[in-house]
């Protein structure tokens, strides 16, 4: 009577060590990464405030709580779309710790002025988030599209997500040079431009790759609906065989009821006389001698009066 005992005994252990190794797994790499940045940036943000005398620091310590808010946020999200594809979450990480690092050096050297200092760091930092993201959104949309599709149409989704980085660098990066009051020359400008023009072209190549290689497809899916329609056509109802005799030995009786039914022919309908029409236009018919006829009771004339022998016509 020991051993069923002992074997109650035995699974209550194991299930109790499982939800703690579970627990330990569900921190994944990229959630360990984002923390280790976030602890690094946050230790240089304190030494940049211990480096000088900064003047307007309500305004800098507010604005870095605000931004370890949105990395906080915006490091959940990617956390919740990691395990759909493998590049999202390396992307992701660069570009969150790309915001955080490019806005702390916007914060904390920003020149001090005391009426534009929080609308100066508020709109630089709408810029850099919002184009940051957006080139997230672009390299996504660019992989995604070259899926289950030829080799040449997945490379030029990732040329033109390399070019799209690219030029979502070289368009945020001013804001953070600006900060340490340089000029960033007319040159760096065209060529950001010129960046940004072949990420176009690479976007425009990769849409007119994926809609020619989608061609065939969407001709395959159409002759399929169009297969599918006619094998269930001869099973709806009201539709005669289309080849053989007909089935059964009454199959012909609806031919022969709607030939019965069906109009004859040989006979046309003659046109109605229009005699009462005519017989309108025409005069009253008179004797010889221009007196008029008599009226029947029905109201026509009375063309017996004119056999009658001795009628008024003779004397």
Not at 121 to 127: A, E
Not at 294 to 304: A, E, I, K, L, Y
């Amino acid at each position: 009577m020991n051993d069923p005992n002992t074997q109650m005994q035995e699974p209550q252990q194991v299930p109790t060590a499982k939800p703690h190794e579970g627990d330990q797994h569900r921190l994944s790499p990229f959630l360990k990464v984002s923390i280790i940045l976030l602890a690094a940036l946050t230790i240089a943000s304190i030494s940049l405030l211990f480096l000088g005398d900064f003047e307007g620091r309500f305004e800098r310590v507010f604005s870095t709580f605000a931004l370890f808010t949105v990395f906080v946020l915006f490091t959940a999200f990617d956390t919740s779309r990691e395990r759909k594809s493998e590049w999202y979450a390396p992307v992701a990480l660069i570009a969150n710790t790309y915001i955080l690092g490019l806005l702390l050096i916007v914060i904390w050297m920003t020149s001090y002025d005391p009426f534009t200092l929080g609308f100066e760091i508020f709109w630089k930092s709408v810029v850099v988030i919002g184009v940051t993201r957006l080139v997230i959104l672009c390299c996504q949309i660019l992989l995604s599209l070259g899926a289950h599709f030829p080799p040449v149409v997945p490379r030029f989704g990732f040329i033109t997500s390399i070019l799209a980085v690219l030029s979502g660098i070289m368009f945020t990066a001013p804001v953070g040079i600006e900060s340490f009051d340089l000029t960033v020359p007319d040159l760096y400008w065209k060529l950001a431009t010129a960046t940004l023009i072949l990420t176009a072209l690479g976007l425009a190549i990769t849409l007119l790759l994926r809609w020619t290689y989608g061609a065939d497809r969407r001709a395959a899916a159409r002759a399929e609906r169009e297969a599918a329609v006619a094998r269930r056509a001869p099973q709806l109802p009201g539709h005669p065989p289309q080849q053989g005799q007909p089935y059964g030995p009454g199959a012909g009786q609806p031919q022969a009821r709607s030939d019965r039914h069906a109009p004859a022919p040989q006979q046309p309908a003659a046109p109605r006389p229009q005699v009462h029409d005519e017989q309108q236009l025409l005069p009253w018919p008179t004797y010889p001698d221009g007196r008029p006829l008599p009226m029947r009771p029905d109201g026509q004339p009375d063309f017996s009066a004119l056999q009658h022998p001795g009628g008024p016509g003779r004397p």
